[in-house]
């Protein structure tokens, strides 16, 4: 394990390499823009303490872009409603198991300006649909697929979608209505 210590420069050509929870929970906030990418999946499992749930924002920087490289960021549980990870850009990814626990507002637990070939597996247990999606037109997601089931409330909320897969199984909303416009979503 590194252990929060990353090997690389951070360039678009030479990443910081994320190894391990503690390697991903190392990155900073700022206003710089920073490449990071993957080299192992991520399991909040593993870590002493986040294992047992997340409330407090994990990276804010929307300046760094994160490169999944294929690999997993799996097994957070998630309170609170201050988003958990703010990013430029997230590619190439898949967040497995992520729980939203009781979410009632607030905005997208894990946002960026721009996802791409991202895969997200949710479970709502009584949150907002918004936890999942950006609340602005400024959030897009590209060749994304969401995979979403438990119960939810919505409220109105927005972001482009193109190419996108939206799966619901065992899926209960107290709402009619998903999507504040059907013109936001592409096929």
Do not use: W
């Not at 999944?68 to 998630?78: K, P, T, W, Y």
């Not at 430029?88 to 894990?110: C, D, M, T, W, Y």
């Amino acid at each position: 394990m590194a252990n929060g210590i990353m090997t690389g420069s951070g360039t678009k050509t030479e990443p910081y390499l994320v190894e391990d929870v503690y390697d991903f929970l190392s990155i900073p906030g700022g206003s710089k823009e920073i490449y990071y990418k993957l080299t192992n999946d991520i399991d909040f499992n593993d870590h002493e303490t986040y294992k047992y749930g997340i409330s407090e924002v994990l990276i804010s920087n929307s300046y760094i872009y994160i490169d999944g490289d294929g690999h997993e960021i799996r097994n957070m549980i998630l309170t609170g409603t201050d988003t958990k990870i703010i990013a430029k850009e997230i590619r190439n990814v898949s967040f497995a198991n992520i729980i939203l626990n009781g979410i009632r507002g607030g905005s997208a637990q894990i946002t960026a300006s721009t996802f791409k070939n991202c895969q997200f597996g949710y479970f709502s247990g009584n949150s907002s649909l918004a936890c999942m999606f950006s609340l602005s037109t400024t959030g897009t997601f590209n060749d994304c697929t969401f995979n979403i089931s438990g119960t939810t409330y919505t409220y109105n909320m927005c972001c482009t979608f193109n190419r996108c897969h939206i799966h619901f199984n065992n899926f209960i909303s107290s709402s009619n209505g998903l999507f504040r416009n059907d013109e936001n979503i592409s096929n």
